[in-house]
């Protein structure tokens, strides 16, 4: 901890300067006056908090393992419609093969033990500085096939093969007669232009191209706070991702949600995000550039920020997926994942 203890010896220092740079030294008093005194506090307090969660954000090893999150006080609460994971590799939410599916994880806490009540976590607050970073990919399973010459109707759900061996199985065609598109699941292999495309019920046709990733199909969370999904009405801030379009998002408790678009984001990749809440301020969010590992700002929101005298603090994070099946679209199976989460709050009202 020296090059700590170096650093803000440093900063005092420097704020000491700045403080009395309005000043005449030769006219400063002995003792300093109360103004004098005042101007140096008000420096230190302005600068000197953030510098220190800076160096210790930025210079110290922090790591929050998903093997250990029970040992914060609460519960992990899973709820789903389609699969949720907890394991030592990481966490894993996902949406089902059905309509109306949504699944999400968050730490909620449910101050009981057996019959036995404990109270909350007080230290959680909406009215100080914090901020969290962590990581996530997405996988969405479903590809594209274009068709034409068909001779026989594909049916949703059945199998259809390649002649060079590929297999998908349907759950949307859009026909146009003689030809159309296949929205497959499960696919293995790479089918091959101009082969022989045959369903495993009645569809016949000749592959038009090759498979694609289909338009990404999900909406997702990744906040500090409760996710919408949950019901809990409470604040958030953090991330959104919608059909692979990543947003910054904040909210207070209430319908009315701030977002901000940040960049679009590739299926089966690995993303680092963190945001820094101000209260009453702005959120900064922030992604990992991975060319440079380094993280670079994309975007600020100012506006419905959580209160900072919003007492619903009882759930630290929550992560949330959901599929919209509104024709065109279909349901299908999404995958959100991540592995690590780190989260930095200030306490107190200085040092």
Not at 183 to 201: H, P, Q
Request: aromatic share 10%; charged share 15%.
């Amino acid at each position: 901890m020296n090059f700590l203890k170096a650093g803000l010896g440093i900063l005092i220092i420097l704020t000491l300067i700045m403080a009395t740079d309005k000043y005449e030294f030769n006219k400063l008093s002995n003792p300093p006056s109360i103004e004098f005194k005042k101007d140096v506090g008000d420096a230190l307090d302005e600068g000197l908090q953030e510098k220190v969660m800076d160096a210790v954000w930025n210079n110290l090893y922090l790591f929050q393992a998903f093997d250990s999150m029970e040992a914060s006080t609460g519960d992990n609460t899973m709820e789903n419609t389609g699969s949720v994971a907890l394991t030592l590799d990481g966490w894993e939410i996902a949406t089902a093969h059905t309509a109306t599916t949504a699944s999400f994880l968050q730490k909620a806490q449910i101050p009981t033990l057996g019959a036995s009540s404990v109270g909350l976590n007080k230290n959680l607050s909406w009215g100080r500085r914090q901020r969290f970073r962590g990581n996530f990919s997405y996988y969405d399973s479903i590809y594209t096939l274009n068709y034409d010459g068909q001779t026989g109707n594909f049916a949703l759900n059945e199998t259809v093969t390649g002649a060079g061996g590929a297999t998908g199985v349907v759950i949307a065609d859009s026909d146009g007669g003689t030809s159309g598109t296949l929205t497959l699941k499960s696919v293995t292999g790479t089918f091959i232009d101009n082969e022989a495309l045959t369903g495993s019920v009645a569809g016949a046709a000749t592959v038009n191209g090759t498979q694609a990733e289909a338009t990404p199909n999900f909406t997702a969370y990744y906040v500090r706070g409760a996710t919408p999904y949950s019901n809990y009405n409470h604040p958030y801030y953090g991330f959104k991702i919608v059909d692979g379009v990543l947003y910054g998002c904040t909210r207070n408790s209430g319908a009315t949600e701030s977002t901000v678009q940040l960049q679009t984001l590739s299926n089966k990749t690995a993303y680092v995000v963190e945001a820094r809440y101000f209260p009453s301020d702005k959120v900064i969010f922030s992604v990992m550039n991975n060319s440079t590992l380094k993280m670079e700002e994309k975007g600020v929101i100012t506006t419905n920020l959580p209160l900072p005298t919003n007492t619903n603090t009882e759930t630290w994070y929550g992560f949330e997926i959901s599929t919209d099946t509104t024709p065109p679209k279909v349901a299908h199976t999404v995958q959100l994942n991540g592995s690590f989460l780190e989260y930095l709050q200030l306490n107190g009202g200085g040092f």
